[in-house]
């Protein structure tokens, strides 16, 4: 259906770009059933980078405030450097 409504829509759709994350609070229980945009099969992740903002399946901050630190450290790391 997503397929459909981005060709009516005008836009393409990039399957090899696009991810699926179940959201839930404890632990999924069986297999998660594939998902197709097109003939093309979406790639489950626990987490993904949305409009830089880090999410994961059962949206809690961790995974974000980490790649906040280690950006911060990594700038700091490189102001070091330059002076």
């Given amino acids: 259906m997503v ?3 981005c060709g009516g829509n005008q836009l393409t759709p990039h ?3 696009s991810e699926g994350t179940p959201l ?3 632990n999924l229980m069986g297999p998660i059933a594939p998902v197709f945009l097109g003939d093309s099969s979406i790639k ?3 987490k993904a980078r949305v409009l830089g903002l880090t ?3 059962k949206l809690i901050w961790d995974a974000h405030v980490m790649d906040v630190k280690k ?3 990594n700038k700091r790391l490189f102001t070091a ?3």
């Fill in 3 to 5: 397929y459909d409504w």
């Fill in 81 to 83: 450097y330059l002076n």
């Fill in 44 to 46: 489950w992740v626990t």
């Fill in 24 to 26: 839930c609070r404890g």
């Fill in 71 to 73: 950006s911060f450290a």
């Fill in 15 to 17: 399957p090899g770009k």
């Fill in 55 to 57: 999410v994961d399946n």
